[in-house]
């Protein structure tokens, strides 16, 4: 069984707070108190589940986390998700352009399945690119054009994420392969 992080526990509480009170919009007492009852049920939930392991190299808490780095990362994640939004939306607004996309297969070297979910899930959230598939340090992803997964294959975006967990400066991708006809795609 694991042991419950009260650093955990309260900064679960906080994040789903937080959440909470700006997605409500409504500061009364009575919604505060609904508020803290759906918090407490949703950490009781997640708590049982944390009694499982999926993963081998789960964290129980989140002291492999480098904090003081988060607010960087997040800043630079939403810069990378707007220049994709506009890179998306010129593709959009340009008829001109053809659009031949693409499948990326690569291996990562990432301390965790935690930095892999976040690398995962930025890929995901930047315009234009799609997570499509994790299978241990294998990644699938979909991607627009070039220069819209130029980021992943430059190493950019994971080394951010390592970053998150480590000091360490090091290439964090490797083995990238890119298919861009549907027929290399189903030969693969």
Do not use: C
């Not at 315009?127 to 294998?138: E, K, R, S």
């Not at 819209?148 to 998150?164: C, H, N, Q, R």
Request: proline fraction near 4%; aromatic fraction near 10%; glycine fraction near 4%.
């Amino acid at each position: 069984m694991k042991k419950l992080s009260i650093l955990n526990l309260f900064l679960s509480f906080i994040a789903l707070m937080t959440f909470w009170l700006i997605m409500s919009g409504i500061y009364q007492p009575m919604q505060i108190a609904q508020g803290v009852v759906s918090v407490v049920i949703v950490i009781a939930i997640n708590h049982r589940l944390k009694q499982h392991k999926f993963f081998d190299d789960e964290m129980d808490d989140l002291s492999q986390l480098r904090f003081h780095y988060t607010p960087f990362y997040l800043i630079w994640l939403v810069f990378e998700i707007i220049k994709a939004g506009l890179h998306v939306a010129n593709i959009i607004i340009n008829p001109n352009k053809t659009i031949e996309t693409y499948i990326l297969k690569f291996r990562v070297d990432l301390p965790s399945a935690h930095a892999k979910m976040i690398l995962g899930n930025s890929i995901t959230l930047t315009p234009g690119t799609l997570t499509i598939d994790i299978t241990g340090n294998h990644f699938t992803v979909h991607a627009l054009t070039p220069k819209a997964f130029e980021g992943i294959t430059s190493d950019k975006m994971p080394k951010k994420v390592l970053k998150l967990f480590s000091t360490e400066d090091r290439p964090v991708i490797s083995d990238v392969r890119i298919l861009s006809r549907s027929d290399q795609i189903g030969e693969q």
